[in-house]
């Protein structure tokens, strides 16, 4: 507000104040303090960062540390008490559970709050505590020989450490029934919900196709290391591409569009009169506070491309490892740990995916959120287990074919962003300074 009739007003002697104090600090103090309010004005303006308290649930958002801290210590007191000490086995496999249960308490207490806040904050900080668990147990494998990795399977399940039967499905690959019939089983059934939770990750229609025809061809490309990518042509394009994976991708990109179009208008349970209301405000405290749609656009700069290719690396990395990891160390398919696995990576991509969003497209986003970091990091640890354990299985090379198509998509590719981010800036300027000069003449 300004002076009136040349009178001094409140708001004019506060600001005169505020910019005399900022006259007596130093320069790195200035600059320290105008960081710091940039970085505010970015966390605050950046979709990913919202506040964390949901006033639906007062309860469930005031501190309870302390709480959490009494039950911990009631918990392991009971242990200490009550828990026979005798068995040697079993006191290790409940000494290892409560160690990762500690972990995670410690993680949903101080760890900081990722992109979600449904159903609850403090559920996404532990799922990152178990990422970051995941790959602490990956780290001490990697350490580990291939045989000393099989023996450590046998602890989760004594059954395990024993040679897999190979089971190959490109036997009989006549297009009639009775062989379409013996070639659906339970993984029909897994390729549909696998694609469903992929979908709701990605969030894109076009790169949900694309990753579906390129995992088929990795499945091409490495049957002769798995016997289990050694399908018939109609099961690969077939049962599982046009069937299973369309299936769960149209029902997951449905599910997208619901959320995408749906209202979101929150009210308290207090606020709501009858008793199904608020069953149905409860139930959906586990549906997305609010929903962000993945525009990728690859082809707009070439931060964005590389960015759309190793997004795509590494949903195909998070594909194959299973696969590999699963061969090496002797556990079969339908195994709870291989479930585990795979349940507990999508946890972990599904916040990871958005901050990697977040990342690839907001410019304003200078660092890459600890999910994606920790879902990156898992990966990476998990191909290099497979590179050290498969040294000495897979004995047979790649086939010439397998070796020159490869090559060839990676050439295309680059040959690709080559033409789109450097020859066409190029011929564009080119044709924009010949048409400045002829309306100069």
């Not at 479930?339 to 304003?364: C, G, M």
Request: aromatic share 14%.
């Amino acid at each position: 507000m300004s002076n009136v009739g040349g009178q001094r007003t409140p708001a004019d002697t506060t600001s005169r104040q505020h910019q005399d104090g900022k006259d007596g600090l130093s320069l790195l103090q200035r600059r320290a303090i105008a960081a710091s309010e940039h970085a505010h004005r970015i966390r605050h303006s950046s979709p990913m960062y919202h506040e964390s308290n949901d006033p639906t649930l007062e309860f469930f958002y005031h501190p309870r540390t302390l709480s959490v801290l009494t039950i911990l210590l009631a918990g392991f007191l009971y242990v200490a008490l009550y828990v026979d000490p005798s068995n040697d086995m079993l006191n290790t496999k409940w000494g290892l559970v409560a160690l990762c249960s500690v972990f995670v308490v410690v993680s949903v207490v101080l760890f900081r709050d990722g992109p979600f806040i449904r159903p609850h904050p403090a559920f996404w900080r532990g799922v990152l505590g178990l990422n970051v668990l995941y790959e602490m147990f990956l780290v001490f494998l990697l350490f580990q020989s291939k045989q000393t990795g099989r023996q450590i399977m046998t602890f989760f399940d004594p059954t395990l450490g024993v040679v897999l039967p190979e089971r190959s499905y490109g036997d009989k690959c006549e297009l009639t029934w009775a062989n379409v019939s013996e070639g659906i089983d339970i993984f029909v059934l897994a390729h549909s919900l696998g694609w469903f939770c992929k979908a709701l990750i990605i969030r894109n229609h076009t790169m949900c196709w694309i990753l579906s025809i390129t995992f088929e061809l990795s499945e091409y490309s490495l049957a002769h290391h798995l016997p289990n990518f050694n399908e018939c042509w109609w099961d690969h394009w077939l049962l599982d591409v046009l069937i299973c994976n369309w299936l769960g991708i149209y029902i997951g990109m449905k599910w997208c569009e619901y959320f995408k179009m749906k209202t979101y208008t929150w009210h308290g349970i207090r606020e709501i009169p009858s008793i199904k209301g608020k069953i149905s405000r409860a139930g959906a405290q586990f549906t997305p506070h609010s929903w962000t749609v993945y525009e990728w656009a690859p082809t707009r700069r070439f931060k964005s491309f590389a960015g759309f290719v190793l997004f795509a690396v590494l949903i195909m990395l998070a594909e194959l490892n299973v696969f590999y990891l699963k061969s090496l160390l002797w556990i079969p398919p339908e195994h709870p740990l291989v479930i585990s696995r795979l349940s507990l990576l999508f946890l972990f991509a599904l916040p990871s995916a958005r901050e990697y969003y977040e990342y690839y497209s907001n410019p304003h986003c200078k660092r890459m959120g600890a999910h994606c970091w920790m879902l990156i990091a898992t990966l990476i640890t998990e191909l290099l287990i497979i590179v050290k354990f498969a040294r000495g299985e897979f004995s047979e090379p790649f086939p010439t074919p397998v070796i020159v198509f490869w090559s060839l998509v990676a050439s295309a590719v680059a040959g690709f962003s080559l033409w789109r981010f450097v020859v066409i800036p190029k011929l564009q300027k080119q044709s924009f300074d010949q048409n400045g000069r002829a309306k100069v003449e």
